[in-house]
Protein backbone atom coordinates (compact mmCIF):
# COMPACT_ATOMS: atom_id res chain seq x y z
CA UNK A 1 0.00 0.00 0.00
CA UNK A 2 1.18 3.41 -0.97
CA UNK A 3 1.05 5.08 2.29
CA UNK A 4 2.99 8.85 1.16
CA UNK A 5 0.14 9.81 -1.40
CA UNK A 6 -2.84 10.66 -0.30
CA UNK A 7 -5.92 10.86 -2.51
CA UNK A 8 -8.58 13.66 -1.44
CA UNK A 9 -12.43 13.76 -2.94
CA UNK A 10 -14.32 16.61 -2.30
CA UNK A 11 -17.83 17.52 -3.17
CA UNK A 12 -20.61 15.49 -3.58
CA UNK A 13 -19.76 13.74 -6.31
CA UNK A 14 -16.23 13.02 -5.18
CA UNK A 15 -17.45 11.48 -1.88
CA UNK A 16 -19.79 9.26 -4.11
CA UNK A 17 -16.86 8.06 -6.12
CA UNK A 18 -14.07 7.70 -3.50
CA UNK A 19 -16.30 6.78 -0.56
CA UNK A 20 -15.15 3.11 -0.52
CA UNK A 21 -12.00 3.56 -2.79
CA UNK A 22 -9.20 2.85 0.11
CA UNK A 23 -8.75 -0.95 -1.05
CA UNK A 24 -8.93 -0.49 -4.90
CA UNK A 25 -6.34 2.36 -5.12
CA UNK A 26 -4.00 0.94 -2.02
CA UNK A 27 -3.69 4.70 -0.59
CA UNK A 28 -5.28 6.64 2.16
CA UNK A 29 -8.21 8.28 0.62
CA UNK A 30 -9.95 11.48 2.70
CA UNK A 31 -13.01 12.69 1.69
CA UNK A 32 -13.59 16.55 2.53
CA UNK A 33 -17.18 17.54 2.32
CA UNK A 34 -19.75 20.13 3.55
CA UNK A 35 -21.75 17.79 5.39
CA UNK A 36 -21.64 14.87 7.69
CA UNK A 37 -19.65 12.48 4.83
CA UNK A 38 -16.55 14.86 5.62
CA UNK A 39 -13.36 12.70 7.21
CA UNK A 40 -12.76 16.01 9.06
CA UNK A 41 -15.80 18.22 10.20
CA UNK A 42 -15.33 21.44 8.17
CA UNK A 43 -19.08 22.43 8.06
CA UNK A 44 -21.55 23.52 10.86
CA UNK A 45 -23.39 21.08 12.70
CA UNK A 46 -26.60 20.11 10.94
CA UNK A 47 -25.33 21.32 7.58
CA UNK A 48 -26.21 19.69 4.78
CA UNK A 49 -24.19 20.97 1.83
CA UNK A 50 -23.69 24.28 0.57
CA UNK A 51 -26.72 24.43 -2.07
CA UNK A 52 -24.49 25.25 -5.33
CA UNK A 53 -22.51 28.16 -3.31
CA UNK A 54 -18.95 27.61 -4.09
CA UNK A 55 -18.58 30.97 -1.85
CA UNK A 56 -19.66 29.09 0.77
CA UNK A 57 -17.62 26.15 0.55
CA UNK A 58 -14.47 28.14 0.01
CA UNK A 59 -15.25 30.43 3.31
CA UNK A 60 -15.90 27.44 5.37
CA UNK A 61 -12.69 25.70 3.84
CA UNK A 62 -10.90 28.72 4.47
CA UNK A 63 -11.68 29.02 8.66
CA UNK A 64 -10.25 25.40 8.37
CA UNK A 65 -7.19 24.89 6.48
CA UNK A 66 -5.38 24.20 10.00
CA UNK A 67 -7.33 21.28 10.44
CA UNK A 68 -6.72 20.34 6.39
CA UNK A 69 -2.82 20.93 6.81
CA UNK A 70 -2.53 19.16 10.01
CA UNK A 71 -4.46 16.15 8.07
CA UNK A 72 -1.50 16.35 5.10
CA UNK A 73 1.38 16.62 7.07
CA UNK A 74 3.98 13.39 6.27
CA UNK A 75 2.78 13.07 2.82
CA UNK A 76 4.64 13.84 -0.21
CA UNK A 77 2.06 13.91 -2.97
CA UNK A 78 -2.16 14.59 -2.86
CA UNK A 79 -4.44 14.40 -5.42
CA UNK A 80 -7.27 16.47 -5.35
CA UNK A 81 -10.47 15.30 -7.20
CA UNK A 82 -13.49 16.88 -7.61
CA UNK A 83 -16.67 17.27 -10.57
CA UNK A 84 -16.53 21.09 -10.80
CA UNK A 85 -19.22 23.29 -11.73
CA UNK A 86 -20.92 22.78 -7.83
CA UNK A 87 -20.64 24.15 -4.67
CA UNK A 88 -18.90 22.77 -2.02
CA UNK A 89 -15.87 20.72 -5.05
CA UNK A 90 -15.34 24.00 -6.34
CA UNK A 91 -15.53 26.10 -3.64
CA UNK A 92 -13.06 24.39 -1.68
CA UNK A 93 -10.49 22.91 -4.04
CA UNK A 94 -8.57 25.91 -4.39
CA UNK A 95 -8.15 26.05 -0.48
CA UNK A 96 -7.22 22.45 -0.65
CA UNK A 97 -4.30 22.32 -2.84
CA UNK A 98 -3.32 25.81 -1.20
CA UNK A 99 -3.32 23.79 2.30
CA UNK A 100 -0.85 21.11 0.16
CA UNK A 101 1.37 23.69 -0.90
CA UNK A 102 1.87 25.15 2.16
CA UNK A 103 2.89 21.68 3.33
CA UNK A 104 5.62 20.96 0.68
CA UNK A 105 3.64 18.00 -0.49
CA UNK A 106 3.36 17.97 -4.61
CA UNK A 107 0.08 18.84 -6.07
CA UNK A 108 -2.31 16.65 -8.25
CA UNK A 109 -5.64 17.74 -9.78
CA UNK A 110 -8.47 15.54 -11.41
CA UNK A 111 -11.01 17.58 -12.10
CA UNK A 112 -14.27 15.92 -13.89
CA UNK A 113 -15.75 18.69 -16.47
CA UNK A 114 -19.80 18.83 -17.04
CA UNK A 115 -21.26 17.94 -20.00
CA UNK A 116 -22.01 20.35 -22.16
CA UNK A 117 -26.10 20.72 -21.53
CA UNK A 118 -25.34 21.49 -18.08
CA UNK A 119 -24.41 25.32 -19.58
CA UNK A 120 -24.39 27.17 -15.78
CA UNK A 121 -22.34 24.64 -14.22
CA UNK A 122 -19.60 23.88 -16.68
CA UNK A 123 -19.15 27.44 -17.25
CA UNK A 124 -18.74 27.87 -13.77
CA UNK A 125 -16.30 24.98 -14.08
CA UNK A 126 -13.80 26.83 -16.88
CA UNK A 127 -14.15 29.57 -14.87
CA UNK A 128 -12.56 27.72 -11.85
CA UNK A 129 -9.51 26.65 -13.91
CA UNK A 130 -7.58 29.05 -14.02
CA UNK A 131 -6.90 29.01 -10.38
CA UNK A 132 -7.17 25.20 -9.81
CA UNK A 133 -3.81 25.36 -12.26
CA UNK A 134 -1.70 27.63 -10.69
CA UNK A 135 -1.95 25.61 -7.31
CA UNK A 136 -1.26 22.37 -8.72
CA UNK A 137 2.20 20.72 -10.21
CA UNK A 138 -0.29 18.82 -12.79
CA UNK A 139 -3.88 18.74 -14.01
CA UNK A 140 -5.91 16.69 -15.35
CA UNK A 141 -9.75 16.93 -16.79
CA UNK A 142 -12.09 14.52 -17.50
CA UNK A 143 -14.86 15.76 -19.99
CA UNK A 144 -18.23 14.45 -19.71
CA UNK A 145 -18.71 14.55 -23.00
CA UNK A 146 -16.03 13.00 -24.27
CA UNK A 147 -16.78 9.99 -22.46
CA UNK A 148 -20.71 10.70 -23.80
CA UNK A 149 -19.22 10.46 -27.45
CA UNK A 150 -17.59 7.46 -26.86
CA UNK A 151 -21.01 5.94 -26.21
CA UNK A 152 -23.39 7.92 -27.70
CA UNK A 153 -26.63 5.65 -27.49
CA UNK A 154 -26.04 4.66 -23.58
CA UNK A 155 -28.64 5.60 -21.15
CA UNK A 156 -27.98 8.25 -18.35
CA UNK A 157 -27.45 5.92 -15.51
CA UNK A 158 -24.92 4.00 -17.08
CA UNK A 159 -22.77 7.17 -18.55
CA UNK A 160 -22.36 8.20 -15.06
CA UNK A 161 -21.18 4.78 -13.84
CA UNK A 162 -18.91 4.96 -16.63
CA UNK A 163 -17.96 8.92 -15.48
CA UNK A 164 -16.93 7.31 -12.40
CA UNK A 165 -15.30 3.93 -13.16
CA UNK A 166 -13.15 6.47 -15.37
CA UNK A 167 -12.34 8.67 -12.60
CA UNK A 168 -11.76 5.85 -10.21
CA UNK A 169 -9.20 4.06 -12.31
CA UNK A 170 -7.43 7.28 -13.64
CA UNK A 171 -6.60 8.01 -9.91
CA UNK A 172 -5.97 4.74 -9.48
CA UNK A 173 -2.92 4.80 -12.07
CA UNK A 174 -2.10 8.18 -11.32
CA UNK A 175 -1.03 7.03 -7.55
CA UNK A 176 0.77 3.61 -9.25
CA UNK A 177 3.04 5.81 -11.54
CA UNK A 178 3.52 7.96 -8.46
CA UNK A 179 5.87 5.83 -7.37
CA UNK A 180 8.09 6.60 -10.31
CA UNK A 181 9.29 9.15 -12.33
CA UNK A 182 6.10 11.02 -12.12
CA UNK A 183 7.24 14.25 -13.37
CA UNK A 184 9.31 13.13 -16.00
CA UNK A 185 6.67 11.24 -17.54
CA UNK A 186 4.01 13.76 -17.38
CA UNK A 187 6.07 16.86 -18.84
CA UNK A 188 3.62 19.38 -19.19
CA UNK A 189 1.27 20.82 -17.25
CA UNK A 190 -2.22 20.12 -18.27
CA UNK A 191 -3.49 16.68 -19.27
CA UNK A 192 -7.34 14.89 -20.68
CA UNK A 193 -7.31 11.61 -20.45
CA UNK A 194 -9.53 8.66 -21.81
CA UNK A 195 -10.74 5.52 -20.07
CA UNK A 196 -11.68 2.52 -22.51
CA UNK A 197 -12.09 -0.70 -21.70
CA UNK A 198 -12.11 -3.36 -24.66
CA UNK A 199 -10.42 -6.91 -25.44
CA UNK A 200 -8.14 -5.52 -27.61
CA UNK A 201 -5.91 -3.37 -26.63
CA UNK A 202 -5.16 -1.64 -29.76
CA UNK A 203 -9.25 -1.06 -29.96
CA UNK A 204 -9.18 0.25 -26.96
CA UNK A 205 -6.36 3.15 -27.73
CA UNK A 206 -8.16 3.93 -31.15
CA UNK A 207 -11.61 4.95 -29.14
CA UNK A 208 -9.80 7.04 -26.73
CA UNK A 209 -7.75 8.73 -29.69
CA UNK A 210 -11.01 9.10 -31.44
CA UNK A 211 -13.21 10.19 -28.46
CA UNK A 212 -10.51 12.83 -27.30
CA UNK A 213 -8.78 14.69 -29.84
CA UNK A 214 -11.52 16.35 -31.24
CA UNK A 215 -12.16 18.33 -27.75
CA UNK A 216 -8.15 19.32 -27.79
CA UNK A 217 -8.82 21.80 -30.90
CA UNK A 218 -5.65 22.28 -31.70
CA UNK A 219 -2.74 21.03 -31.22
CA UNK A 220 -2.08 17.93 -29.62
CA UNK A 221 1.11 17.39 -27.30
CA UNK A 222 2.53 14.93 -25.48
CA UNK A 223 0.87 11.46 -25.47
CA UNK A 224 1.03 9.03 -22.59
CA UNK A 225 -0.21 5.99 -22.99
CA UNK A 226 -0.84 3.67 -19.82
CA UNK A 227 -0.68 -0.36 -19.98
CA UNK A 228 -1.39 -3.25 -17.84
CA UNK A 229 1.94 -4.10 -15.92
CA UNK A 230 2.01 -7.78 -18.01
CA UNK A 231 1.45 -6.26 -21.55
CA UNK A 232 4.00 -8.05 -24.05
CA UNK A 233 6.01 -5.82 -26.29
CA UNK A 234 4.36 -7.12 -29.12
CA UNK A 235 0.59 -5.32 -28.02
CA UNK A 236 3.00 -2.29 -26.56
CA UNK A 237 4.23 -1.99 -30.32
CA UNK A 238 1.18 -2.10 -31.78
CA UNK A 239 -0.53 0.46 -29.53
CA UNK A 240 2.76 2.79 -30.21
CA UNK A 241 2.39 2.45 -34.05
CA UNK A 242 -1.32 2.71 -33.56
CA UNK A 243 -1.26 6.50 -31.66
CA UNK A 244 1.57 7.83 -34.25
CA UNK A 245 -0.71 6.83 -37.54
CA UNK A 246 -3.64 8.89 -35.88
CA UNK A 247 -2.28 11.20 -34.32
CA UNK A 248 1.18 12.03 -35.77
CA UNK A 249 2.35 12.31 -31.98
CA UNK A 250 5.44 9.47 -30.84
CA UNK A 251 3.61 8.37 -27.54
CA UNK A 252 5.36 7.44 -24.33
CA UNK A 253 3.81 4.07 -22.85
CA UNK A 254 4.46 3.39 -19.11
CA UNK A 255 3.15 0.17 -16.95
CA UNK A 256 0.52 0.56 -14.60
CA UNK A 257 0.77 -2.08 -11.61
CA UNK A 258 -1.94 -3.94 -12.25
CA UNK A 259 -2.63 -6.98 -14.51
CA UNK A 260 -5.59 -6.19 -16.14
CA UNK A 261 -4.81 -5.72 -19.93
CA UNK A 262 -8.34 -4.92 -21.39
CA UNK A 263 -8.20 -1.34 -19.23
CA UNK A 264 -6.62 1.31 -20.69
CA UNK A 265 -5.41 5.39 -20.11
CA UNK A 266 -4.26 7.94 -22.79
CA UNK A 267 -3.50 11.21 -21.29
CA UNK A 268 -2.75 13.60 -23.69
CA UNK A 269 -1.49 16.77 -23.06
CA UNK A 270 -3.09 19.84 -24.09
CA UNK A 271 -1.28 23.10 -25.10
CA UNK A 272 -1.77 26.78 -24.73
CA UNK A 273 -3.96 27.72 -28.05
CA UNK A 274 -6.02 24.68 -27.69
CA UNK A 275 -6.50 25.19 -24.06
CA UNK A 276 -7.45 28.98 -24.33
CA UNK A 277 -10.43 27.83 -26.84
CA UNK A 278 -11.84 24.71 -24.91
CA UNK A 279 -11.16 26.45 -21.41
CA UNK A 280 -11.42 30.48 -21.70
CA UNK A 281 -9.26 32.05 -19.07
CA UNK A 282 -7.06 29.67 -18.28
CA UNK A 283 -3.21 31.07 -17.59
CA UNK A 284 -0.57 29.18 -15.90
CA UNK A 285 2.96 30.21 -15.14
CA UNK A 286 4.92 30.60 -18.85
CA UNK A 287 7.80 27.45 -18.56
CA UNK A 288 8.88 24.98 -21.07
CA UNK A 289 6.00 22.18 -20.63
CA UNK A 290 3.42 24.82 -19.08
CA UNK A 291 0.79 26.79 -21.25
CA UNK A 292 1.51 30.30 -22.07
CA UNK A 293 -0.84 32.70 -24.25
CA UNK A 294 1.83 32.17 -27.24
CA UNK A 295 1.55 28.86 -28.89
CA UNK A 296 4.49 28.04 -29.66
CA UNK A 297 6.78 29.65 -26.22
CA UNK A 298 9.08 26.75 -25.00
CA UNK A 299 8.04 24.19 -27.84
CA UNK A 300 9.72 23.01 -31.09
CA UNK A 301 7.30 21.27 -33.74
CA UNK A 302 8.09 17.19 -33.75
CA UNK A 303 6.06 14.71 -36.10
CA UNK A 304 3.09 17.46 -35.98
CA UNK A 305 2.48 17.87 -32.73
CA UNK A 306 3.78 20.03 -30.12
CA UNK A 307 6.63 18.65 -27.48
CA UNK A 308 8.30 20.39 -24.84
CA UNK A 309 12.27 20.38 -24.95
CA UNK A 310 13.78 17.99 -22.26
CA UNK A 311 15.29 21.15 -20.45
CA UNK A 312 12.79 21.76 -17.38
CA UNK A 313 13.43 24.22 -14.92
CA UNK A 314 15.91 23.68 -12.13
CA UNK A 315 13.27 24.96 -9.61
CA UNK A 316 9.07 25.20 -9.50
CA UNK A 317 7.68 28.08 -8.39
CA UNK A 318 7.50 26.94 -4.93
CA UNK A 319 11.46 26.78 -5.10
CA UNK A 320 11.51 22.52 -5.60
CA UNK A 321 13.18 20.95 -7.56
CA UNK A 322 11.85 19.18 -10.60
CA UNK A 323 10.98 15.61 -9.78
Known amino acids: MTQDVLVVACGGAGCNVFSEAESVLECPVMLLNSNSSSSI ?34 FRAVVVFTILGGGTGTGMVPIILQCAVECGCRTIS ?19 LAEISGLSDRMYLLDEDAVISMCPDTKAHSIFRMISHSILFTVKCIVDLLSGPFFATFFDKVYTFAYVSELSPVKAVEKAVNSSVPTVVDPIGRI ?14 AIYEKVAEMTGVVPDIVRRNDREDTKMVVFFSVWSRSLLLLLPGLAVPDYPGGVSEHPHDGVVLVLGGYRAPHHPPEHDARGLPPV
Do not use: H, W, Y
Open 110 to 128: VMGLPMSLETERRALAQES
Open 41 to 74: RLAPEGMDGCRGDPGLAFSIAFENMDAIKEAFKG
Open 224 to 237: VVAVSSEMGSTESD
